[in-house]
Nanobody, 126 residues
Framework: QVQLVESGGGSVQAGGSLRLACTAS????????LAWFRQIPDHGRQGVAA???????RYAEFVSGRFTISKDNAKRTVYLQLDSLKPEDSAMYYC????????????????????WGQGTQVTVSS
């Protein structure tokens, strides 16, 4: 069964922090690369961060050291720690899985991922 369930979104002021979590079914968790994307209305999904089976990580340039992706294999959960949040980080954040690896040229492409969660909203006020 394919399942991804996100949690942890909310509203914070600029400079604040949030921790997003995505719990996956066993099949989905073991499918390879696990990633976080975000989307604002009328825009496509944008890769934020990804973590591979060997725990290697990828980050979008705009992250600039503010976010950290990690995972807990025992809980089948991937996390995204969001620090130093800015108003422009406001978006719906999605967890994704299904790409075999987090290749440097593909991890940020939503078409590479087969499975998606329902999303969790992050709102940052100035």
């Amino acid at each position: 069964q394919v399942q991804l369930v996100e949690s942890g979104g909310g509203s914070v002021q600029a400079g604040g922090s949030l921790r997003l979590a995505c719990t996956a079914s066993e099949y989905t968790y073991k499918s390879g690369c696990l990633a976080w994307f975000r989307q604002i209305p009328d825009h496509g999904r944008q890769g934020v961060a990804a973590i591979d089976t060997d725990n290697s990580t990828r980050y979008a340039e705009f992250v600039s050291g503010r976010f950290t992706i990690s995972k807990d294999n025992a809980k089948r959960t991937v996390y995204l720690q969001l620090d130093s949040l800015k108003p422009e980080d406001s978006a719906m954040y999605y967890c994704a899985a299904g790409s075999p690896v987090c290749g440097v040229w593909v991890w940020g492409n939503p078409d590479e991922f087969d499975y998606w969660g329902q999303g969790t909203q992050v709102t940052v006020s100035s």
